[in-house]
Nanobody, 115 residues
Framework: QVQLVESGGGLVQAGGSLRLSCAASRTIVSFNTMGWYRQAPGNQRELVARYTSGGSTNYADSVKGRFTISRDNAKNTVYLQMNSLKPEDTAVYYC?????????WGQGTQVTVSS
């Protein structure tokens, strides 16, 4: 069973920055895709950013230019650097990984951006 453990969430003022981390219990190169989703109260879970199987990245239009996904294969960790945060970025952020057979989710980390 793969475990994904997120960290780095918190409370920040609008315009501030946070970096989220997602540590996997096995090598992340084994995943076809890996990235971040978020869910705000009353909303559906949505893609924020992810690595695809070809190594390229996808970003939601709402975060392009502000968020950056990166990874450290040696540490089996994926990061999400979030800059210029807005109140509408407030949500629970979930790490996600897919290995072709299963979909894995972390427990989520709360990000709250105050105006």
């Amino acid at each position: 069973q793969v475990q994904l453990v997120e960290s780095g969430g918190g409370l920040v003022q609008a315009g501030g920055s946070l970096r989220l981390s997602c540590a996997a219990s096995r090598t992340i190169v084994s995943f076809n895709t890996m990235g971040w989703y978020r869910q705000a109260p009353g909303n559906q879970r949505e893609l924020v950013a992810r690595y695809t199987s070809g190594g390229s990245t996808n970003y939601a239009d709402s975060v392009k230019g502000r968020f950056t996904i990166s990874r450290d294969n040696a540490k089996n960790t994926v990061y999400l650097q979030m800059n210029s945060l807005k109140p509408e970025d407030t949500a629970v952020y979930y790490c996600n990984a897919i290995d072709g057979r299963y979909v894995y989710w972390g427990q989520g980390t709360q990000v709250t951006v105050s105006s």
